[in-house]
């Protein structure tokens, strides 16, 4: 098992950037794809973007991709998502979960293959 632990949610302006730290423990954080997801009040949980666990391969959902971009520093046990141009539309509750991997360039969109969960970090994004 692995303990994720966000940071770096708050409240931002239309167009500002905020930028989101997932650090994790306890097993080998390089056995794991790592993806963040959304979940915005009253909708479903939603892919955001997710990196395997050599960083060589990365997938982003449609809705962000030119504005976010994820990366890890495995010698941190971390991993970070880099929101840019944000819009009232990213607001929702942000959360990394961790994927076990036997190849280092999988990673996954469907939040039900993930085996581990933060507990989460708010994102506002107001007009």
């Known amino acids: 098992q692995v303990h994720l632990v966000e940071s770096g949610g708050g409240l931002v302006q239309a167009g500002g950037s905020l930028r989101l730290s997932c650090a994790a423990s306890?097993?080998?954080?390089?056995?794991?794809?790592m993806g963040w997801f959304r979940q915005a009040p009253g909708k479903e949980r939603e892919f955001v973007a997710a990196?395997?666990?050599?960083?060589?391969?990365?997938g982003y959902a449609d809705s962000v991709k030119g504005r976010f971009t994820i990366s890890r520093d495995n010698a941190k046990n971390t991993v970070y998502l880099q929101m840019n141009s944000l819009t009232p539309e990213d607001t929702a509750v942000y959360y990394c979960?961790?994927?076990?991997?036997?190849?280092?360039?999988?990673?996954?969109?469907?939040?039900?293959?993930?085996?581990?969960w933060g507990q989460g970090t708010q994102v506002t994004v107001s007009s």
């Open positions: 979960a961790a994927l076990w991997v036997r190849y280092s360039s999988r990673w996954s969109p469907n939040p039900d293959e993930y085996n581990d």
């Open positions: 306890g097993r080998t954080f390089i056995s794991y794809a």
């Open positions: 990196i395997s666990w050599s960083a060589l391969s990365t």
